[in-house]
């Protein structure tokens, strides 16, 4: 009869929440945040490689770990990343569990199992595993240990520890995280709630894609482990050859990103990432050349400013200035009409008659404003700068409206 008892609920709790949560004191920014890879290399003796990677897609489960069966099938099937497609000819589709077989049966699909849980923590864990600790802090978000890509385990049952509206701010963060690369210069709140360009920077599903590929790009430049094998040709049961593929090494594994400045470089990798998949900048110039003054908060941005700018300059095509023209004579137009001594046009009616007068005078060549006071009477040109000013406000507005 072994000695050893079994451990309280209360000391299986604290093992949890030890394996869980990193201690403030080791969240350095030259440590953390951090994601890190587990080499295939520990499993398998060689992989497979297409020559064209689909893109991988995630599929989750709803009960990934019921038996180690399961555990085992999840955890090699995702370590096999490198074989994308292909990664299903390394399994006996029998002796995977039903809901992996099914997704075997398709074909070679590139896919990568999560488990399903209320937080949505293992389908976005790159996307929060890329935000520093002064973020977390921000939005009240976990001070989680470093993640790892992709998933092979969850033996301390996470879920458990996060906030019942992890997902929620966790879309904050990663947006206030990924926004000066979409609007460099201003800031979020300078937008409307349902602006498309902050509607796309919290949408955690477009950014999965993308955080990804940026994954697969730096452990793509790995070494390989020395396993023996020479890259060649797949040569299947049959005999025939796999098509579009090629068998090597498995590369190592490591850090995918270490500390502050590393992830701040893998979030510009992330941002490039969707730029190719997902056309990003083909979705922010199409959002910035229909933009309408909705989009916008009550708060300044440059984004507002060069949006007005543009605006009211197609707008006003027609500058008011008051210039000397000597010698010439007024030109009336079909639509003129002869008000006693006055000529004018459709904007003269807008004009009191003391105005229009000032309008003529300066057409017929009366420019100086103290020669238009000696003809209107006034003692000196003050009243004349001041009625010059209302009339050009008046055309401004008048000519605005075409």
Do not use: C
Not at 20 to 34: G, I, R, T
Not at 110 to 134: D, G, I, Q, W
Not at 294 to 304: I, M, Q, V
């Amino acid at each position: 009869m072994s000695d050893e008892r079994e451990p309280t609920a209360a000391e299986m709790l604290a093992w949890r929440r030890d394996s869980v949560f990193l201690p403030e004191a080791e969240a350095s920014p030259e440590e953390f945040p951090y994601l890190r890879n587990i080499s295939a290399g520990f499993v398998f003796a060689g992989v497979v490689r297409p020559l064209e990677p689909a893109s991988p897609e995630y599929v989750t489960l709803s009960t990934p770990h019921t038996s180690d069966r399961e555990f085992l099938a999840v955890a090699q099937w995702n370590m096999l990343w490198e074989a994308a497609q292909f990664r299903r000819r390394f399994f006996d589709v029998d002796d995977l569990p039903e809901s992996m077989a099914k997704v075997a049966d398709l074909g070679d699909v590139n896919v990568m199992f999560v488990p399903r849980t209320p937080m949505r923590y293992f389908e976005y864990a790159p996307l929060f595993h890329l935000l520093s600790k002064r973020v977390l802090d921000m939005f009240g978000l976990p001070l989680l240990r470093g993640g790892q890509w992709p998933f092979v385990a969850d033996d301390a049952g996470i879920d458990d520890f996060l906030p019942p509206d992890f997902e929620f701010r966790l879309a904050r963060a990663w947006a206030w995280t990924v926004w000066p690369h979409l609007m460099p210069g201003s800031k979020m709140k300078g937008f409307s709630a349902d602006d498309p360009i902050r509607l796309l920077a919290h949408n955690l599903d477009f950014w999965v894609p993308a955080v990804t590929a940026a994954i697969q790009g730096r452990l793509r430049e790995f070494p390989e482990v020395d396993k023996g094998k020479t890259p060649g040709p797949v040569t299947l049961e049959d005999g025939s050859v796999l098509a579009g593929a090629v068998a090597g090494n498995p590369r190592t594994g490591g850090p995918v990103w270490f500390g502050e400045d590393d992830a701040h470089d893998a979030v510009v990798e992330t941002v490039l990432a969707a730029d190719q998949a997902g056309h990003l900048r083909g979705i922010l110039d199409a959002v910035r050349s229909h933009r309408v003054e909705d989009d916008f908060s009550s708060h300044w941005s440059y984004a507002r400013e060069d949006f007005e700018r543009k605006l009211y300059g197609k707008r006003r095509k027609v500058t008011v200035r008051f210039v000397e023209l000597t010698d010439t004579i007024p030109v009336q137009g079909p639509e003129s009409e002869v008000l006693g001594n006055l000529v004018t046009n459709d904007f003269l009616t807008l004009l009191d008659a003391r105005n229009q007068q000032i309008v003529v005078l300066l057409n017929s060549g009366v420019t100086k404003k103290t020669e238009i006071a000696d003809v209107l009477g006034y003692a000196n040109h003050s009243p004349v700068s001041k009625r010059l000013a209302q009339i050009r406000r008046a055309a401004e507005s008048y000519f605005d409206e075409y």
